[in-house]
C-alpha cells in the first residue's frame, strides 16, 4: 500500500430511493482516516453517520463523489472486489454484536479468514490466538448464548481484527454493554496498535476519548 | 471460500432445522421413492413377460391369418390341415409343425366338472414348444390320423377334476363328448395373463369333429436356426397365399411379439414414472419455498457474512449446497424407500418388480438435479442482499 490513509473520502453524497423519494443522506463529505488515527463520529440520529460508516466499510458505493479505501476507488470496484477489500481492509464491530448463534467464539472469530480461502488448522490457530489478545483464551469453545455482554463484543473485535485490517469500525460499541463493561471495550480498541479505528457513537463521553472528533448533522460535516 | 467448508455450513444449517429439514426432504423421499417403486414394477413385469415369451421355445415362428398389427380386428381363419400339409413339405420336418384349434369347453368327470381351453393339436407340440408332460404320455401321430378320443390334461384342470387321484385312464366328458385321460402336463402358471394349466389338448382331428368344422386357428413352426427364421416365415406365407389367394398371413417371430409388448410396456413404464416423477417435482417446489423462508430467517447472518468478506458468489452456493443436500439426502431415503417397497411388492403381490441401477442412478441425479434448480432462486435471492440492508434487519 502506497497511500499511508487508510480512508479517503472527497465531497462524498449518498442518496436513497425510497418509493420514488429522494433522500439525501449525505450531502458532500470530505474526510481522510489515515494509518492508526483514532476517530469518532458523534450524531444525532438520522445525521448521517451510519451511512457514512457503510461508505468507509465499503458496504455501500457513494452516487456522487469519491472514495478510496486502501488506496482503490470504490466506484471501480466489482461486488466481488467490494468483499474482497471488506475482509482484507476493513474490521467491523456492531452494536449488536453480530456473532453466529450456535457457532463458538473461535469459529465465530475464524469466520472472515474462511472468505480468504485460509485453512481449518491455520484458522484456528489465528482464531485462538486473537481471541486470547481480547482476554478470552479461556472462553473458546464457549457460544454467543453462553457468554456476557461484554465477552461477546471482545469476540467481535477478536472477528474484526483477525484479519489483520488497517481500519476498524465500530458503530455504536458501547451502546448494549453496562458502563463498566463499556469502558473495558474501549481501553481494548485503544490498546490497539497499526490499526485505524473509527468510532461511531452519539455518546458524548465515549468520542471524548478519541485523538479527533467529528461532528455531523443532517448529511454534513459541521466541526 | 472453499467448498468443503461450505458444504460443513450448509449441513449444520441443515441441522439447526432438523424438523423442518426432514419434513421438507419428505417431499422428495416420496417422489423419488415413487419413482424408483414405479419403474422397478414397471421394469420387473416387462422382464417377466419377456422370460414367458422366450420360454415358450427358441426360434418359434408363428402363422397366423391377418396382419401383425395390435390394432387390427382378428381375421377369421380360413387355415385347413390340407394347408398344414402344404407348410409341413415347405418346411420339409413334420417334427417343427404345431397347430391349434382352441376352444372353450366344459370338461366334466363325474359329478366334478372345469371349464377348460381345448386345444386340438398334433402330436408335435411338445417337440415345438416347451411342455413338459408330469404323468403319463402325450398324443402319439396315431392318435392324431385317427382322430382317437384321448387327452392330456392341463395341471390345474387334473387338479380340479380327480383331486389328488391319478387321472391316467379315467374318462372324462368334453362338450359331452367321452375322452380318455392319457397323460397330464406339470404345472406352468400364469403366461401373458393366460392361465396354462387349464389346457386339455386333444388330437386336431378330434377336435375338429366335436366341433364340428375342418379348420384350424392357426399354426406354430420351429425354425431350425435363427438364420433362416424369417427365409422360412416368408416361405410358409408365400405357399399360403398361393392357396388362399384373398387373405393375408402373417408370420410372427419372438423378437416381433417381444418386440411390440416391450413398446407397451415401456410406455406404460414411462407413464408410470412420469406420474411419480410430478410428486418430486412437488417437493422440490417445497423445498424452493422453504430455502426462501432460510433466508429470509438468515438474512442478518448473510449480512454479516457479507460485512467480513462473503462474496455475493460464496453465499449463493452456500444456500445452494444447502438445498442441494436437503434433495440428494432425500434422494438417497427416497431409493432406500423405493427399493423396499418395490421388494414388498415383489414378494407380497404376484406383481413382479425388478430393481435396476438405471432408475436408481435416474433417481438419484434428478433429485440433486431438482437441487440444483429449485435451490438457484433462493441462492441468488441471498447472494444480491444488500449488505447494509441485511445488517440492520432484526
Not at chain 2, 449444520?12 to 419413482?35: E, Q, Y
Not at chain 2, 413334420?94 to 376352444?103: F, H, L, Q
Amino acid at each position: 500500500m502506497t497511500s499511508p490513509d487508510a480512508i479517503v473520502a472527497d465531497e462524498v453524497t449518498r442518496t436513497y430511493e425510497l418509493d420514488g423519494v429522494s433522500v439525501p443522506a449525505l450531502r458532500g463529505v470530505s474526510l481522510t482516516v489515515e494509518a492508526g488515527d483514532y476517530l469518532a463520529i458523534v450524531g444525532a440520529s438520522g445525521s448521517g453517520k451510519s451511512t457514512l460508516m457503510h461508505l468507509m466499510g465499503a458496504l455501500d458505493r457513494p452516487t456522487s463523489g469519491r472514495l478510496l479505501i486502501g488506496g482503490r476507488d470504490v466506484a471501480t470496484l466489482s461486488p466481488a472486489e467490494m468483499a474482497h477489500l471488506r475482509n482484507t481492509t476493513i474490521g467491523f464491530v456492531f452494536q449488536s454484536f453480530h456473532l453466529l448463534p450456535r457457532t463458538t467464539a473461535r469459529d465465530n472469530v475464524a469466520l472472515p479468514l474462511v472468505y480468504r480461502g485460509v485453512g481449518r488448522r491455520e484458522r484456528r490457530a489465528r482464531a485462538t490466538a486473537m481471541l486470547s489478545r481480547v482476554g478470552l483464551g479461556h472462553r473458546l469453545d464457549h457460544r454467543p448464548n453462553q457468554m456476557s455482554g461484554g465477552e461477546q463484543q471482545r469476540v467481535a473485535i477478536a472477528r474484526a481484527l483477525v484479519t489483520g485490517p488497517s481500519v476498524l469500525l465500530a458503530d455504536e460499541p458501547t451502546g448494549n454493554l453496562d458502563s463498566a463493561t463499556g469502558e473495558s471495550v474501549l481501553t481494548l480498541l485503544e490498546s490497539l496498535d497499526g490499526v485505524a479505528v473509527v468510532l461511531v457513537t452519539h455518546d458524548r463521553d465515549v468520542a471524548a476519548r478519541a485523538r479527533r472528533q467529528i461532528t455531523m448533522r443532517d448529511g454534513l460535516i459541521v466541526s | 471460500m472453499r467448498i468443503a467448508e461450505a458444504w460443513r455450513v450448509a449441513v449444520d444449517a441443515l441441522r439447526a432445522n432438523r424438523l423442518r429439514s426432514t419434513l421438507t426432504m419428505l417431499g422428495v423421499v416420496i417422489g423419488v421413492g415413487a419413482v424408483v417403486a414405479l419403474v422397478s414394477i414397471g421394469t420387473g413385469t416387462k422382464h417377466q413377460i419377456e422370460q414367458q415369451v422366450e420360454g415358450l421355445g427358441s426360434n418359434l415362428l408363428i402363422v397366423v391369418p391377418g396382419r401383425l398389427d395390435p390394432g387390427a380386428a382378428p381375421t377369421a381363419s380360413t387355415l385347413t390341415m390340407d394347408d398344414v400339409d402344404a407348410v409341413t413339405r415347405v418346411v420339409g420336418d413334420r417334427s417343427r409343425v404345431a397347430v391349434t384349434i382352441s376352444s372353450g369347453e366344459t370338461v366334466r368327470s363325474g359329478s366334478r366338472s372345469a371349464y377348460a381351453s381345448m386345444q386340438g393339436v398334433l402330436e408335435t407340440t411338445p417337440t415345438v414348444f416347451v411342455r413338459r408332460l408330469d404323468r403319463g404320455q402325450y398324443l402319439t401321430r396315431t392318435d392324431v390320423t385317427t382322430g382317437r378320443r384321448v387327452a392330456v390334461l392341463g395341471a390345474g384342470i387334473a387338479t380340479q377334476l380327480f383331486g389328488d387321484r391319478d387321472p391316467i385312464g379315467r374318462q372324462i366328458t368334453i362338450g359331452g363328448v367321452r375322452f380318455r385321460v392319457i397323460g397330464t402336463f406339470e404345472r406352468l402358471g400364469q403366461s401373458l395373463g393366460v392361465d396354462r394349466d387349464s389346457e386339455v389338448h386333444v388330437p386336431v382331428t378330434a377336435a375338429q369333429r366335436l366341433l364340428g368344422t375342418d379348420r384350424i386357428d392357426g399354426l406354430a413352426i420351429r425354425a431350425p436356426d435363427r438364420d433362416t427364421i424369417d427365409a422360412l416365415g416368408a416361405a410358409v406365407v408365400a405357399a399360403l397365399v398361393k392357396r388362399h389367394p384373398d387373405t393375408d398371413f402373417s408370420a410372427v417371430t419372438q423378437e416381433q411379439i417381444l418386440g411390440v409388448l416391450g413398446d407397451i410396456l415401456g410406455v406404460l413404464t414411462g407413464v408410470l414414472a412420469a406420474i411419480a416423477g410430478i410428486s418430486l417435482l412437488v417437493g422440490g417446489v417445497g423445498v424452493s419455498n422453504i430455502m426462501l423462508v432460510s433466508v429470509r430467517e438468515r438474512t442478518r447472518e448473510i449480512g454479516l457474512r457479507k460485512a467480513v468478506g462473503a462474496r455475493p458468489r460464496d453465499i449463493g452456493i452456500q444456500f445452494l449446497l444447502e438445498a442441494v443436500l436437503l434433495t440428494t439426502i432425500g434422494g438417497v431415503l427416497g431409493m432406500a424407500l423405493g427399493v423396499t417397497a418395490a421388494l414388498l411388492v415383489d414378494r407380497l403381490t404376484p406383481v413382479p418388480a425388478a430393481i435396476t441401477w438405471w432408475s436408481l442412478t435416474l433417481a438419484f441425479g434428478v433429485s440433486a438435479a431438482v437441487g440444483i434448480i429449485f435451490g438457484v432462486i433462493p441462492a441468488q435471492r441471498a447472494g444480491r442482499l444488500d449488505p447494509v440492508v441485511a445488517l440492520r434487519t432484526e
